[in-house]
């Protein structure tokens, strides 16, 4: 069973930056794709970007150029660098994985940007 716990949600002020992070457990986390997607109120959840095992990176094209997602196979975590944060990015944050054509999800952390 993959456990997934999310850390470093806030509050932001516009243009501010933030950085999130997800320590993955139960697999080995060098195999494993990841992703962070997000949930606005009345909004579904959206993937907000991606990266593969390979290191492959997908973004949305609301985060292209100042969101960065990388990963730390050493300290079996995934990060999600924001830069330049507008108002649209408050969110609650998910991490997320498949294994075992199983998907896995944290408990999601909240982020708020303010004017």
């Known amino acids: 069973q993959v456990q997934l716990v999310e850390s470093g949600g806030g509050l932001v002020q516009a243009g501010g930056s933030l950085t999130l992070s997800c320590v993955a457990s139960?697999?080995?986390?060098?195999?494993?794709?990841m992703g962070w997607y997000r949930q606005a109120p009345g909004h579904q959840r959206e993937l907000v970007a991606s990266?593969?095992?390979?290191?492959?990176?997908v973004y949305a094209h609301s985060v292209k150029g100042r969101f960065t997602i990388s990963t730390d196979n050493v300290k079996n975590t995934v990060y999600l660098q924001m830069n330049n944060m507008k108002l649209e990015d408050t969110a609650v944050y998910y991490c997320?994985?498949?294994?075992?054509?199983?998907?896995?999800w944290g408990q999601g952390t909240q982020v708020t940007v303010s004017s």
């Open positions: 139960g697999a080995m986390f060098s195999i494993l794709d």
């Open positions: 990266i593969t095992r390979g290191g492959a990176t």
């Open positions: 997320h994985t498949r294994y075992r054509f199983e998907p896995h």
